[in-house]
């Protein structure tokens, strides 16, 4: 019979061994967190190895991601489809188990964690999308979603600053079906943490309303468990357990010292711990005894067939409700989708000047009817980023809903919004000013890497914004968005191109979305049905003037327009000009050479590309033979019009400098001077 602690130790020294022979790792926090991490997947978790995205499965999530290993090794032991071979392949390339852990790669990994914090928020996200679910679907005697999310954190987790905003949040929803396991081992990577984190942990999660357990003994699984059931008995509020453990336990010379954190821990000293931990066998060797202790894949089948019995009668007794769950927990959109996006293009398709933030509230107000799954929510800034539509029902403490006021939280609402995506059931769509990206941009990084179905809406685009000044308006964020991996981006030029936007936002499955958005009202182009079906495209030709072309003129969003009026005027001189609207680059970059081909050509090498932005990326199009008006100094707190006319973007300036590239003489570059 196997002792706790042998089981334990099993976690132990697969961590260490792997770690070893990969020669880079983190051993402390998987030796010091291998207790917690036995009671936890052995005795209280609700999953199956045999079918890891089971819906009803608990959700957990290492929010210190440098303990993959602990996460890899107790994947091993349980049972999933991550074998020895695999271990020992730790931090190779395309292994199943990289060097923090990734959505994708490794079958048990709810959210890609690494950088501190963002795991407890996108985990926060998670338990939220649990409760709204729940709420929907269950009925008396079918609890169909019913499930608990568990976060482990250590000290640097809680020294981020995006834990305090997601955990405010947390507390404010009452989570009761959240529990944090905080590893509180005091040591981070520069030393004894009690010269730069003195918090009172305990007082401050009472004062976000969380349930809290204090000095609970890591090591000890009769303390372990009695707090876990604890934490599950209240279910009012979210709980955390700060747990007392020893960085790198085991280790005889290293244990309770920095130096364990993210170093392996030397040949000598894995024999040294081994002998301390009372471990004779071999490296990646386990006893069949240990792993028969630890084997969790028949009693997780016996919970998920439990599961699809309940679900079978459900589906009785509820066959709208069921068929519904199904098909959001699938991300699949409803059948009728394409005709209803056509009759709201229909619908939509006016001609009043409205601010491209007005028309993405006017298709909000037609596609939320349609999606139940659209879970908006905005930084405090609702009737500015107008998010809201007449169906939004706000959540709260009371009350679950379809729109979350997530406060003045950037950064906790993106990573949150994170995980009620991976969760599954929801497309989430966010909101703030689009120069406060930069709040919130490593969890947009981590939305693009992970692959998560986000809708991030960013309005006040540009120096249109006008009086609040530079510290508002946005001159870098939009190259910045662009330039991330698997990010797509749209800025749309008027309502037309808005639905487009947010057409592909939907159905988009493997990345994020962001729809950058003007404060400032836009005229509405004038577009026949093959300019309308090529807006999906990308980018497209908005109009030629004259039988040849001898210019294009290539814009986005607000400066569309205004490439419309200076190539009329252009042509008026003599010269052929066209005009591309282009509200995606990573769209138009997706499609065919020779659609790329017909929309600019190659033999036309004079190109002027007109975006209020930062114009670094607008070299691939026009090359050395064109021009860009573009924005790359800080903005000024005056009227629109007057910034406008300040950095050259009127129809006079343009046109002047246009003329000059033809007629090849010198022209200014940067068109405020």
Request: cysteine-free.
């Given at each position: 019979m196997c002792s706790r602690q042998e089981l334990a130790n099993a976690i132990r020294v697969l961590s260490i061994d792997a770690i070893q022979k990969a020669n880079s790792g983190h051993p402390g926090a998987s030796m010091g967190m291998a207790d917690i991490a036995e009671v936890l997947w052995r005795s209280i978790l609700r999953y199956n190895?045999?079918?890891?995205?089971w819906d009803n499965r608990d959700r957990v999530i290492v929010?210190?991601?440098?303990?993959?290993?602990l996460l890899y090794?107790?994947?091993?032991?349980?049972?999933?489809?991550?074998s020895i071979d695999d271990l020992q392949d730790f931090r190779k390339l395309h292994s199943k188990t990289p060097g923090h852990p990734e959505v994708g790669c490794t079958p048990g990994v709810e959210v890609t964690t690494g950088p501190l914090g963002q795991g407890l928020a996108s985990g926060i996200g998670m338990a939220i999308a649990e409760?709204?679910?729940?709420?929907?679907?269950?009925?008396?005697q079918y609890n169909i979603v019913d499930h608990d999310t568990w976060i482990f954190a250590g000290d640097g987790c809680l020294m981020e600053g995006i834990s305090h905003e997601a955990c405010s949040l947390a507390g404010t929803w009452k989570l009761g079906k959240l529990t944090v396991l905080y590893d509180s081992n005091k040591i981070s990577i520069d030393g004894k943490i009690h010269n730069w984190f003195t918090d009172d942990t305990a007082k401050r999660f009472q004062s976000y309303n969380w349930h809290v357990i204090n000095n609970v003994d890591g090591h000890n699984s009769n303390s372990i468990m009695k707090a876990i059931k604890i934490a599950k008995s209240v279910t009012d509020k979210p709980s955390i357990i700060i747990f007392n453990t020893k960085i790198g336990f085991g280790s005889p010379n290293k244990s309770g010292t920095a130096e364990v954190h993210g170093s392996p821990l030397g040949v000598q000293e894995v024999l040294l711990t081994k002998k301390a931990l009372h471990w004779k066998y071999p490296p990646f060797y386990i006893p069949d005894e240990v792993y028969d202790h630890w084997d969790m894949r028949n009693i997780g089948n016996k919970l998920e067939e439990y599961w699809n019995t309940l679900f079978s009668k459900y589906k009785i007794d509820y066959p709208d409700l069921s068929s519904e769950y199904t098909r959001r927990m699938s991300g699949l959109l409803p059948i009728d989708w394409p005709d209803k996006i056509r009759a709201i293009v229909h619908s939509l398709n006016s001609r009043n000047a409205i601010a491209t933030r007005q028309s993405s509230q006017n298709i909000l107000e037609h596609i939320g009817k349609i999606l139940p799954e659209l879970l908006g929510g905005s930084a405090d800034l609702a009737p500015s980023n107008l998010t809201m539509w007449s169906g939004s029902i706000p959540i709260n403490q009371k009350k679950s809903g379809n729109y979350i006021h997530y406060g003045v939280r950037e950064f906790g609402m993106t990573s949150i919004a994170n995980g009620i995506s991976q969760h599954g059931g929801f497309i989430p769509y966010t909101a703030t000013f689009l120069v406060f990206l930069d709040y919130a941009k490593n969890a947009v990084r981590m939305s693009a890497l992970m692959g998560t179905r986000h809708i991030m809406l960013y309005t006040h685009d540009s120096?249109?914004?006008?009086?609040?000044?530079?510290t508002h308006q946005p001159i870098e964020q939009l190259s910045s968005l662009r330039s991330i991996p698997n990010m797509s981006v749209w800025r749309p030029s008027d309502t037309l191109e808005t639905i487009f936007a947010w057409t592909c936002a939907i159905e988009r499955y493997q990345g994020p979305t962001a729809l950058v958005l003007s404060r400032q009202n836009l005229e509405q182009a004038s577009r026949d049905k093959v300019q309308i079906n090529n807006i999906a495209r990308g980018g497209y030709i908005l109009k030629d003037f004259g039988q040849t072309i001898d210019v294009i003129l290539i814009a986005t969003g607000s400066e569309v327009q205004l490439a419309v009026l200076s190539a009329n005027k252009i042509h008026d001189l003599g010269y052929g000009v066209r005009v591309v609207s282009m509200p995606s680059i990573d769209v138009f970059e997706s499609q065919d050479d020779d659609y790329k081909e017909s929309v600019l050509p190659k033999l036309i090498n004079k190109r002027v590309a007109i975006e209020a932005g930062q114009s670094n990326i607008w070299y691939k199009y026009v090359g050395l033979h064109g021009m860009i008006v573009g924005i790359d100094q800080f903005g000024e707190s005056a009227s629109a019009d007057d910034l406008f006319k300040k950095f050259g973007f009127t129809v006079n300036n343009v046109v002047r400098n246009v003329k000059k590239l033809l007629d090849n003489k010198s022209f200014s570059y940067k068109l405020y001077k």
């Open positions: 190895p045999n079918n890891p995205y929010s210190n991601g440098h303990a993959s290993m090794s107790v994947l091993h032991l349980t049972g999933y489809d991550i409760k709204i679910l729940a709420s929907y679907f269950n009925r008396p120096i249109g914004l006008g009086e609040d000044g530079p």
